[in-house]
Structures are given as structure tokens and as C-alpha cells.
């Protein structure tokens, strides 16, 4: 089969710190192993062509200027270099070659007030026209085609459902080293209830904070609440709670950044319980890396993440305390439950790759070209 030329937008990946530039700097390295050239493609801003590689296509106008020449009909020219385009980053312009778009969720126009305001018209447009313009889109569950249907106007029959995955070395044990230089560093007692995202209101980071605290107070003393991720939009809410809390002596820990992936690895393997009730996801990569760390898991019951778990999570109402904190304790105390979450999980995170989501995604290419 011949090589095919893929233009990749790679601007997430010299962004880096959430879940599109992961799914990104993955496929760019599956992809590569199949038949198939990956071309970075970046836009004229935020210094992001000057950080590609000499192979890259970049593009004269930043993204902002495209989206507007591409509302007029005016394509780019790439077809002489590429034989198509993928948009990973809701960032579709025309162009003269057949253009794929992963579209991760559809938060900004069902939820509107949990992002922010600034440009909020202008943004809403450009991620509309992303699903316009595209030739093809990208869902990573089927409980997101529906939402892509009804807020981007998309035909299903335009959508293909893709997966994304969990890098395989995340099933590897984490050495001893690492474990303990993670554990000294930032203070943590193994056992733990971990969360892992940007603090922003669809992670319901106040509900995890509320749960923990309605935990029985031996519990607590016993199990430090541990919150990792970066502060997000509209988040100040959940800043000051968490606060609080600290000033309250409760063993409520905060980090904001981790110094690397293998430390991250490190504290999610040293967990006791993963808590991710989450209101709203497109796919949820973190659950994955819970899974491939032998972490039991608790999970919204809504949204994408019953399909993302797979009946490896135990699952609650992501708007009941009571709940939440219930399954805090049964799945810190219930050794035979933590075992059949963690064997499961396992399985599931084994049958989910970054290898499976580059073939299923080059299949989607070929059918267009």
C-alpha cells in the first residue's frame, strides 16, 4: 500500500498540558509507524511555527485570519504536499485536499458557562465552522455523536467513532525510585484518593472535596484527598474550597504541576482510590491511566464514562454527595471489590492503545482519499 501523506495541525503539541495535545503527540507517533507521512502543520502565531521542524507546512495567517478567508470560500493550497489534513484541534480552515476533524466534546456550546467569556462569540463560531467544513469528523465515544449532531449540525453518517488509548508503558510497573522520590517530594502517605485534571467546573472537583469531607473523620486521618492538575477556567470557587480546607488541618493536598510523566505514573500507581465524577466528558483519558496503574476506580454514571470504563468503574451520580462519598468508603474498605475494579480495569486499559486508535484513524483517512 502506498505511503500516505497526512498534515497534522501540531500546534497542541508544542502547547502541551491537556488531553488534545496528548491525543495529538500520540497519533503523530502511531501514525509514523504505519504506512503513512506525518507533515506538522502549524498557523502563524503564538511563535508556533518557529518551533517546527523544517519539514512542516506553515501556514501565512494565524488561525483567527484562515477561519475568516475560509468563511468567504478561500481554500489553502496544500494538496501539493499532502494528501490530507487532520485537525486535532478544532481548528478547520478550507482547504483543497479532503480535511478531517476530531471534534473532543461539544462543552463550549452545550455548557457555555464553563468556559470563559472572552471572545466567547467569535470562539463558538470557529468551533461551529470546525464541524461545517470538515469533510469528516472524529468522536472518541458514541455518546458524543449525539451531542455532535445537535449543537455542530453534523450528519452522523459524517461521523466516525474512534477511541483514544493509554500509552503502553503505563501498564509497566513504576520502580522503586521513582515511587519514593514522588512520595518524599510532595509528601504523600500510599493510599490515597487521587483526581487528575484541570480544575474547571465539569471535573466537579467541589463535589470531590465535599465527599472527602463527609468521609468519617478515621478515614480521613487515614487517607489524604490528593488533587492534581492545573487551575482551568472559572475554577476559583474550587481554589478557595480547597484552601479552606488545608487552613482547616484537613489532608487535603493540591499540586498544581508534577515535574514529569513518570512522576505522575508514580503517584497515580501509589493511589488508593482514582475519584473521577466527572459531568461532562468527550472520551476522559485519565480513567485509562488509572486503569493501566492498577488503580480502582469511581466514575460519573453519565456522559461518555460508563462506555470509557467499560463496567471496570464503580459508578455514581456525579451530583450526589452521598454517593460519591459511599463509594469512597466501599471501595477503600471492600478488598474484594478493589480487586475485581482492578482486574478489570487492567483489561480494560489493555484493550484500549494509542495503536489501535492510529489504524482505526488511517482507515477514516483512506476512506476519503
Known amino acids: ?105 461539544a462543552v463550549p456550546l452545550r455548557f457555555p458557562q464553563w468556559t470563559s467569556s472572552r471572545l466567547r462569540r467569535l470562539k463558538n463560531w470557529q468551533i461551529r465552522q470546525s464541524g461545517r467544513l470538515a469533510d469528516h469528523v472524529i468522536a472518541h465515544s458514541k455518546a458524543a455523536v449525539s451531542d455532535l449532531t445537535e449543537y455542530f449540525g453534523i450528519d452522523e453518517s459524517r461521523i466516525s467513532v474512534v477511541p483514544c488509548g493509554v500509552d503502553r508503558h503505563w501498564l509497566a510497573p513504576v520502580d522503586r525510585a521513582s515511587i519514593d522520590a514522588a512520595m518524599t517530594l510532595y509528601r504523600l502517605v500510599p493510599g490515597y484518593y487521587l483526581f487528575v485534571g484541570t480544575l474547571q467546573p465539569r471535573k466537579n472537583v467541589g463535589r470531590i472535596l465535599h465527599a472527602y469531607l463527609a468521609l468519617p473523620a478515621s478515614v480521613r486521618r487515614d487517607r489524604q484527598l490528593v488533587i492534581v492538575g492545573r487551575e482551568g477556567w472559572r475554577c476559583e470557587a474550587d481554589v478557595a474550597a480547597i484552601r479552606a480546607a488545608q487552613a482547616a488541618g484537613e489532608r487535603v493536598l493540591w499540586l498544581d504541576t508534577v515535574s514529569s510523566q513518570e512522576t505522575l505514573r508514580a503517584i497515580y500507581a501509589q493511589a488508593g482510590v482514582f475519584v473521577f465524577p466527572s459531568l461532562y466528558e468527550g472520551f476522559g483519558l485519565p480513567l485509562l491511566e488509572a486503569f493501566a496503574c492498577g488503580v480502582p476506580v469511581i466514575a460519573s454514571n453519565s456522559s461518555c464514562l460508563p462506555e470509557v470504563a467499560g463496567g471496570a468503574a464503580v459508578e455514581v451520580d456525579p451530583l450526589s454527595v452521598e454517593e460519591l462519598t459511599s463509594a469512597m468508603i466501599r471501595l477503600g474498605e471492600d478488598a474484594g471489590l478493589r480487586t475485581r475494579c482492578i482486574e478489570q480495569g487492567r483489561k480494560r486499559a489493555l484493550e484500549l492503545s494509542w495503536e489501535k486508535t492510529a489504524r482505526a484513524t488511517m482507515d477514516v483517512y483512506r476512506r476519503l482519499v
Not at 14 to 29: K, M
Not at 85 to 94: E, M
Request: aromatic share 6%; proline share 4%.
Open 1 to 105: 500500500m502506498s505511503i500516505l501523506k497526512v498534515g497534522l495541525s501540531s500546534g497542541p503539541l508544542y502547547r502541551g498540558g491537556d488531553g488534545i495535545s496528548v491525543y495529538t503527540a500520540a497519533l503523530a507517533r502511531e501514525l509514523a509507524q504505519l504506512d503513512c507521512a506525518v507533515v506538522p502543520c502549524v498557523y502563524s502565531e503564538n511563535g508556533t511555527a518557529a518551533r517546527a521542524p523544517a519539514q512542516a507546512i506553515r501556514f501565512s495567517r494565524s488561525f483567527g485570519q484562515q477561519a475568516m478567508m475560509s468563511a468567504l470560500g478561500v481554500q489553502l493550497h496544500v494538496a501539493s504536499r499532502i494528501a490530507v489534513y487532520h485537525a486535532t484541534d478544532y481548528r478547520v480552515a478550507r482547504m483543497d485536499c479532503p480535511v478531517v476533524a476530531t471534534l473532543h466534546d
